[in-house]
């Protein structure tokens, strides 16, 4: 979904986690809520963490920038993506 985006966060700035802020933008012209799923992977690609965040209530043309975290393999750098998003 073209409203929901993902930018890695460096360590130092997540106490020593793998993280990446998910920016979601309400496109509609509505209030509209998001279920946002995303997948950590290592090098090879094997996903080794997921996690779920939800936005609630966002109004029309309105940004919510929610934190992902994996408190997995904390001794390498993880790969986030969006897999998955639903708005309702």
Do not use: C, H, W
């Amino acid at each position: 979904m073209s409203d929901v985006t993902i930018t890695g966060l460096p360590k130092a700035q997540a106490a020593g986690f793998n993280a990446a802020l998910v920016t979601v933008v309400n496109s509609t012209r509505a209030t509209a809520s998001y279920a946002i799923k995303v997948e950590f992977s290592d090098e090879s690609g094997k996903v080794v963490d997921t996690t779920f965040l939800n936005v609630k209530d966002l109004a029309a043309g309105a940004t919510a920038t929610p934190t992902a975290f994996s408190p997995l393999d904390r001794d390498q750098a993880l790969l986030s993506r969006v897999v998955q998003t639903q708005r309702y």
